[in-house]
């Protein structure tokens, strides 16, 4: 790279309509570089530990005799993983010839579109990792029989009369629904609720800045 990013965020605030003081032009550029600098780090490091922590899963879901959710498990975290990844790589692509606030403002909408992208993969995600664990424990061998037939099995002797669909008390069905419906509902809350706990701080840093700059730029 000819152009360290430093260089062109000076270059940047420095123009005509940019901060006029040396010092304050310093002090916005070291608080860009190290919010910009922090966010990729976490964003990196974060994929790097939802792969672990899906193979690591993977594993042990074998160990424990609930292959079927590990295996969806692990799937549907590659492929958010996959997603994030390719965002990330977008990240990446922004012009870094722009100036600063320019660079700053490619990012921000870059983030709305990371938060947009992945708040509609949440709607699905949730709902699927709560059925991976429904099947997985339906199907985990009890004695030689699913769990959940014996399950089942149990519910029936002390309520013959429980009316089964598909072999499964309807009740159960109506539960396991009303649980996916929920979930998707509210899984944007949910992915926002996760996201602020992760990158609040980071984010609020970078409004902030972002407020500044345009109230000493205008």
Do not use: C
Not at 26 to 40: G, R, V
Not at 55 to 82: A, D, E, Q, R, W
Request: hydrophobic share 50%; net charge positive.
């Amino acid at each position: 790279m000819e152009r360290s990013i430093e260089t062109i965020w000076k270059q940047g605030f420095l123009k005509s309509n940019a901060l006029v003081a040396p010092k304050i032009n310093d002090l916005y550029n070291q608080k860009s570089i190290h919010i910009i600098a922090k966010f990729k780090r976490m964003f990196k490091i974060n994929l790097i530990a939802i792969v672990a922590f899906s193979f690591l899963f993977l594993v042990i879901s074998f160990f424990i005799g609930i292959p079927i959710t590990g295996i969806i498990f692990f799937v549907t975290l590659s492929v958010l993983v996959v997603i994030n990844k390719r965002l990330l790589n977008d990240l990446e692509k922004i012009d870094l010839g722009a100036s600063s606030y320019q660079y700053l403002k490619a990012f921000n909408q870059w983030k709305n579109k990371q938060i947009t992208v992945n708040i509609k993969i949440s709607r699905v995600f949730y709902p699927i990792i709560f059925l991976s664990m429904i099947l997985g424990f339906w199907f985990k061998d009890a004695e030689g029989v699913p769990l959940g037939e014996r399950l089942v099995d149990e519910i029936l002797l002390g309520f013959p009369d429980t009316y089964l669909l598909f072999g499964i008390p309807v009740i159960g069905l109506g539960i396991a629904v009303l649980i996916l419906g929920l979930l998707a509902f509210f899984g944007d809350r949910i992915y926002k609720w996760d996201l602020n706990m992760v990158y609040g701080g980071v984010f609020k840093k970078l409004e902030e800045l972002m407020k500044d700059i345009e109230s000493l730029r205008s």
